[in-house]
Protein backbone atom coordinates (compact mmCIF):
# COMPACT_ATOMS: atom_id res chain seq x y z
CA UNK A 1 0.00 0.00 0.00
CA UNK A 2 2.67 2.90 -1.14
CA UNK A 3 -0.13 5.76 -1.27
CA UNK A 4 2.19 8.87 -2.08
CA UNK A 5 5.76 7.88 -3.30
CA UNK A 6 8.27 11.18 -3.75
CA UNK A 7 11.68 10.79 -5.18
CA UNK A 8 14.59 11.40 -4.56
CA UNK A 9 14.69 11.75 -0.12
CA UNK A 10 17.74 14.02 0.01
CA UNK A 11 19.64 15.86 -3.00
CA UNK A 12 22.37 18.10 -2.60
CA UNK A 13 22.62 20.52 -5.94
CA UNK A 14 25.00 23.62 -6.94
CA UNK A 15 23.48 26.87 -7.79
CA UNK A 16 22.31 26.97 -11.47
CA UNK A 17 21.94 23.34 -11.40
CA UNK A 18 18.72 21.91 -12.35
CA UNK A 19 17.06 19.00 -11.09
CA UNK A 20 12.93 17.31 -11.11
CA UNK A 21 11.14 16.27 -8.21
CA UNK A 22 9.15 13.27 -8.81
CA UNK A 23 5.62 12.15 -6.51
CA UNK A 24 3.64 9.53 -8.02
CA UNK A 25 0.44 7.88 -6.11
CA UNK A 26 -1.28 4.90 -6.44
CA UNK A 27 -4.37 6.08 -5.11
CA UNK A 28 -6.26 7.14 -8.26
CA UNK A 29 -6.61 10.69 -7.29
CA UNK A 30 -7.44 13.84 -8.99
CA UNK A 31 -6.21 16.40 -8.01
CA UNK A 32 -1.96 16.75 -6.28
CA UNK A 33 -0.09 19.05 -4.76
CA UNK A 34 3.08 20.62 -4.24
CA UNK A 35 4.87 22.18 -0.91
CA UNK A 36 7.58 23.60 -0.01
CA UNK A 37 8.21 23.80 3.91
CA UNK A 38 11.21 25.77 5.85
CA UNK A 39 11.23 26.16 9.09
CA UNK A 40 8.77 28.78 11.16
CA UNK A 41 6.20 29.31 7.29
CA UNK A 42 4.48 25.96 7.88
CA UNK A 43 3.68 24.52 4.58
CA UNK A 44 3.03 27.05 1.43
CA UNK A 45 1.55 25.85 -2.12
CA UNK A 46 3.67 25.86 -4.83
CA UNK A 47 1.78 24.46 -7.63
CA UNK A 48 -0.91 21.99 -7.85
CA UNK A 49 -2.93 20.03 -10.31
CA UNK A 50 -6.79 19.41 -10.69
CA UNK A 51 -6.38 16.52 -13.17
CA UNK A 52 -4.01 15.31 -16.09
CA UNK A 53 -3.13 17.93 -18.24
CA UNK A 54 -3.86 21.07 -15.84
CA UNK A 55 -1.51 22.56 -13.52
CA UNK A 56 -2.27 26.06 -11.38
CA UNK A 57 0.16 27.99 -9.80
CA UNK A 58 0.10 28.63 -5.81
CA UNK A 59 1.53 31.05 -3.15
CA UNK A 60 4.96 30.80 -3.95
CA UNK A 61 5.57 29.41 -7.96
CA UNK A 62 8.63 31.40 -8.70
CA UNK A 63 11.64 29.20 -9.78
CA UNK A 64 9.40 26.04 -10.16
CA UNK A 65 8.09 24.35 -12.90
CA UNK A 66 5.83 20.95 -13.22
CA UNK A 67 4.07 19.09 -15.06
CA UNK A 68 1.04 16.21 -14.95
CA UNK A 69 1.68 13.73 -17.82
CA UNK A 70 0.15 10.86 -16.03
CA UNK A 71 -2.55 10.83 -13.43
CA UNK A 72 -0.45 9.14 -11.24
CA UNK A 73 2.39 11.03 -11.90
CA UNK A 74 3.29 14.57 -10.60
CA UNK A 75 6.34 16.47 -11.12
CA UNK A 76 8.23 19.55 -9.73
CA UNK A 77 11.53 21.58 -11.89
CA UNK A 78 13.72 23.73 -10.34
CA UNK A 79 15.52 25.08 -13.90
CA UNK A 80 18.26 26.47 -12.45
CA UNK A 81 18.38 25.82 -8.40
CA UNK A 82 19.27 29.21 -6.02
CA UNK A 83 20.30 28.68 -2.45
CA UNK A 84 16.51 30.12 -1.31
CA UNK A 85 14.92 26.50 -2.56
CA UNK A 86 16.97 24.85 0.21
CA UNK A 87 13.96 23.44 1.73
CA UNK A 88 12.17 20.25 2.02
CA UNK A 89 9.01 19.41 -0.57
CA UNK A 90 6.03 17.75 -0.11
CA UNK A 91 3.77 16.25 -2.48
CA UNK A 92 -0.25 15.12 -1.35
CA UNK A 93 -2.97 14.56 -3.23
CA UNK A 94 -6.88 13.97 -2.86
CA UNK A 95 -9.35 12.18 -4.47
CA UNK A 96 -11.55 15.38 -5.88
CA UNK A 97 -14.30 14.38 -5.05
CA UNK A 98 -16.90 16.18 -2.57
CA UNK A 99 -17.00 12.81 -0.53
CA UNK A 100 -13.58 13.05 -0.07
CA UNK A 101 -13.76 16.83 0.69
CA UNK A 102 -10.21 18.04 0.28
CA UNK A 103 -8.45 15.06 2.82
CA UNK A 104 -5.09 15.18 1.25
CA UNK A 105 -2.47 12.42 1.87
CA UNK A 106 1.43 13.32 1.74
CA UNK A 107 4.35 11.75 0.67
CA UNK A 108 7.51 11.58 2.56
CA UNK A 109 9.39 14.68 1.86
CA UNK A 110 12.30 15.70 -0.32
CA UNK A 111 14.97 17.47 1.25
CA UNK A 112 16.81 19.62 -1.15
CA UNK A 113 19.98 21.38 0.06
CA UNK A 114 21.40 24.24 -2.88
CA UNK A 115 25.12 25.05 -2.19
CA UNK B 1 -7.45 35.79 1.47
CA UNK B 2 -7.95 33.17 4.45
CA UNK B 3 -5.41 33.42 6.96
CA UNK B 4 -4.30 30.25 9.82
CA UNK B 5 -2.56 32.00 12.52
CA UNK B 6 -0.93 29.45 15.30
CA UNK B 7 -0.21 32.09 18.01
CA UNK B 8 2.21 29.44 19.58
CA UNK B 9 5.44 28.39 18.45
CA UNK B 10 6.81 25.90 20.95
CA UNK B 11 4.63 24.64 23.79
CA UNK B 12 6.46 22.30 26.32
CA UNK B 13 4.33 19.90 28.69
CA UNK B 14 5.19 17.23 31.03
CA UNK B 15 3.75 13.75 30.16
CA UNK B 16 0.23 13.04 31.17
CA UNK B 17 -0.50 16.88 30.96
CA UNK B 18 -3.61 18.26 29.23
CA UNK B 19 -2.83 19.82 25.55
CA UNK B 20 -4.53 22.38 24.09
CA UNK B 21 -2.95 24.04 20.66
CA UNK B 22 -4.42 27.51 19.58
CA UNK B 23 -5.74 28.07 15.91
CA UNK B 24 -7.49 30.86 14.93
CA UNK B 25 -8.76 31.75 11.36
CA UNK B 26 -9.99 34.21 8.99
CA UNK B 27 -12.68 33.64 6.59
CA UNK B 28 -16.15 34.63 5.86
CA UNK B 29 -17.95 30.99 5.89
CA UNK B 30 -17.10 27.82 7.75
CA UNK B 31 -14.28 26.50 5.81
CA UNK B 32 -12.73 22.85 6.16
CA UNK B 33 -11.14 22.37 8.96
CA UNK B 34 -7.88 19.87 9.64
CA UNK B 35 -5.24 19.35 11.94
CA UNK B 36 -1.98 17.29 10.99
CA UNK B 37 0.69 16.33 13.00
CA UNK B 38 4.40 15.76 11.24
CA UNK B 39 6.79 14.00 13.27
CA UNK B 40 10.29 14.48 13.07
CA UNK B 41 11.80 13.54 9.57
CA UNK B 42 8.21 12.12 8.42
CA UNK B 43 5.18 13.33 6.34
CA UNK B 44 2.18 14.97 7.60
CA UNK B 45 -0.63 12.76 8.75
CA UNK B 46 -4.13 13.85 9.28
CA UNK B 47 -5.33 14.09 12.69
CA UNK B 48 -9.16 15.06 12.65
CA UNK B 49 -11.15 17.22 10.50
CA UNK B 50 -14.38 19.58 10.75
CA UNK B 51 -16.41 20.01 7.96
CA UNK B 52 -20.30 20.43 9.10
CA UNK B 53 -22.28 19.35 12.07
CA UNK B 54 -21.50 18.66 15.78
CA UNK B 55 -18.53 21.28 16.76
CA UNK B 56 -16.37 18.41 18.91
CA UNK B 57 -14.93 16.26 16.75
CA UNK B 58 -12.78 13.29 17.40
CA UNK B 59 -9.79 12.30 15.83
CA UNK B 60 -6.61 9.24 15.73
CA UNK B 61 -4.49 8.90 18.67
CA UNK B 62 -7.11 10.31 21.41
CA UNK B 63 -6.60 14.04 20.23
CA UNK B 64 -10.44 16.38 19.98
CA UNK B 65 -10.92 19.41 18.38
CA UNK B 66 -13.45 22.46 19.20
CA UNK B 67 -14.75 24.64 16.20
CA UNK B 68 -16.58 27.47 17.86
CA UNK B 69 -17.85 30.11 15.27
CA UNK B 70 -17.96 33.02 17.19
CA UNK B 71 -13.84 32.74 18.03
CA UNK B 72 -13.05 31.76 14.27
CA UNK B 73 -11.09 29.01 16.53
CA UNK B 74 -10.40 25.17 16.07
CA UNK B 75 -8.16 24.42 19.24
CA UNK B 76 -6.71 20.66 19.23
CA UNK B 77 -7.27 18.95 23.01
CA UNK B 78 -6.04 15.91 24.59
CA UNK B 79 -6.38 15.27 27.96
CA UNK B 80 -3.12 13.20 28.78
CA UNK B 81 -0.03 13.46 26.76
CA UNK B 82 2.24 11.23 25.66
CA UNK B 83 5.98 10.99 25.22
CA UNK B 84 5.26 9.98 21.13
CA UNK B 85 3.11 13.05 20.87
CA UNK B 86 5.99 15.43 20.68
CA UNK B 87 6.25 16.51 16.56
CA UNK B 88 4.61 19.66 14.89
CA UNK B 89 1.06 20.28 14.63
CA UNK B 90 -0.58 21.83 11.98
CA UNK B 91 -3.75 23.97 11.74
CA UNK B 92 -5.13 23.47 8.14
CA UNK B 93 -8.40 25.49 6.46
CA UNK B 94 -10.03 25.12 3.20
CA UNK B 95 -12.61 27.48 2.08
CA UNK B 96 -14.58 24.47 1.00
CA UNK B 97 -14.77 21.74 -1.98
CA UNK B 98 -11.40 20.80 -3.31
CA UNK B 99 -9.47 24.19 -3.22
CA UNK B 100 -5.92 24.18 -1.70
CA UNK B 101 -5.56 24.02 1.63
CA UNK B 102 -3.74 27.07 3.48
CA UNK B 103 -1.57 25.94 6.07
CA UNK B 104 -0.50 27.85 9.97
CA UNK B 105 2.91 28.28 10.78
CA UNK B 106 2.50 25.21 13.02
CA UNK B 107 3.23 24.93 16.62
CA UNK B 108 6.17 22.46 18.09
CA UNK B 109 5.32 20.46 21.12
CA UNK B 110 7.74 18.91 23.57
CA UNK B 111 7.28 16.36 25.89
CA UNK B 112 9.09 16.20 29.28
CA UNK B 113 9.09 13.48 31.46
Known amino acids: NAGVTQTPKFRVLKTGQSMTLLCAQD?????MYWYRQDPGMGLRLIHY???????AKGEVPDGYNVSRLKKQNFLLGLESAAPSQTSVYFC??????????????FGAGTRLSVL | AQSVTQPDIHITVSEGASLELRCNYS??????LFWYVQSPGQGLQLLLK??????LVQGIKGFEAEFKRSQSSFNLRKPSVHWSDAAEYFCAVAPSGNTPLVFGKGTRLSVIA
Open chain 2, 50 to 55: YFSGDT
Open chain 1, 92 to 105: ASTPGTEIAKNIQY
Open chain 1, 27 to 31: MNHEY
Open chain 1, 49 to 55: SVGEGTT
Open chain 2, 27 to 32: YGATPY
